[in-house]
């Protein structure tokens, strides 16, 4: 069992709608969680973060935990082609250990 | 957040031989860890570079093929040797946010991207 999970997609929404990105996580000692949003050729980057249960509002972004399901989700709200890239799930065990899931690319349609 | 370069950006190398990737953060780190993202997969830590003592690796990487030196808190580099057409990838240089935010994140270098022919 993969350490993270996600669906690759991609997944293709159109402009303006919500995107719902989900991940789930095989250690229920991990502590702290992450979505990453990475372009094509380039490095990751933080988009949210998140460590209690419940969700976590910032923009257009909203994360979601549910620790007692080890299930980590991203909202897009209002979606936009700027948006269209993959989003990388990361899982902080302990120690900065992280475990990244292998992504799920989104297209956002224009 | 932190200022991470890595050199080379890219490059394309023969089979059998070893290149060094050099990472330079802005700030003292404690710790510099070191990824692979194969193509079309997702982050693989490769090793975690401390500096003053030997580096830590993950299960399915060693130091011979994957040396790594941490001469002081702010540079390392993790060299490729002997390298196969398998060992193309993005090599990723990172660090925690600690000193740089309360977040807990990992920032990213912008990468190097090998080919190996």
């Known amino acids: 069992q993969k350490e993270v999970e996600q669906n690759s997609g991609p997944l293709s929404v159109p402009e303006g709608a919500i995107a719902s990105l989900n991940c789930t996580y095989s250690?229920?000692?991990?502590?702290?969680f992450f979505w990453y949003r990475q372009y094509s050729g380039k490095s990751p980057e933080l988009i949210m973060f998140?460590?209690?249960?419940g969700d976590k509002e910032d923009g257009r972004f909203t994360a979601q935990l549910n620790k007692a399901s080890q299930y980590v989700s991203l909202l897009i709200r209002d979606s936009q082609p700027s948006d269209s890239a993959t989003y990388l799930c990361?899982?902080?065990?302990?120690?900065?250990?992280?475990?990244f899931g292998s992504g799920t690319k989104l297209n956002v349609k224009p | 957040s932190a200022v991470i370069s890595q050199k080379p950006s890219r490059d394309i190398c023969q089979r059998g031989t070893s290149l060094t990737i050099q990472c330079q953060v802005d700030?003292?780190?404690?710790?510099m860890f070191w990824y692979r993202q194969q193509p079309g997969q997702s982050l693989t830590l490769i090793a975690t570079?401390?500096?003053?003592?030997?580096?830590?690796?993950e299960s399915g990487f060693v130091i011979d093929k994957f040396p790594i030196s941490r001469p002081n808190l702010t540079f390392s580099t993790l060299t490729v040797s002997n390298m196969s057409p398998e060992d193309s990838s993005i090599y990723l240089c990172?660090?925690?946010?600690?000193?740089?935010?309360?977040?807990?994140?990992?920032?990213f270098g912008e990468g190097s991207r090998l080919t190996v022919l």
């Open positions: 990172s660090v925690d946010a600690t000193g740089y935010s309360n977040t807990g994140e990992l920032f």
């Open positions: 250690d229920r000692g991990s502590q702290s």
């Open positions: 998140i460590y209690s249960n």
């Open positions: 990361a899982v902080n065990r302990n120690f900065n250990k992280f475990y």
């Open positions: 700030s003292q780190v404690t710790m």
């Open positions: 570079a401390n500096q003053g003592s030997e580096a830590t690796y």
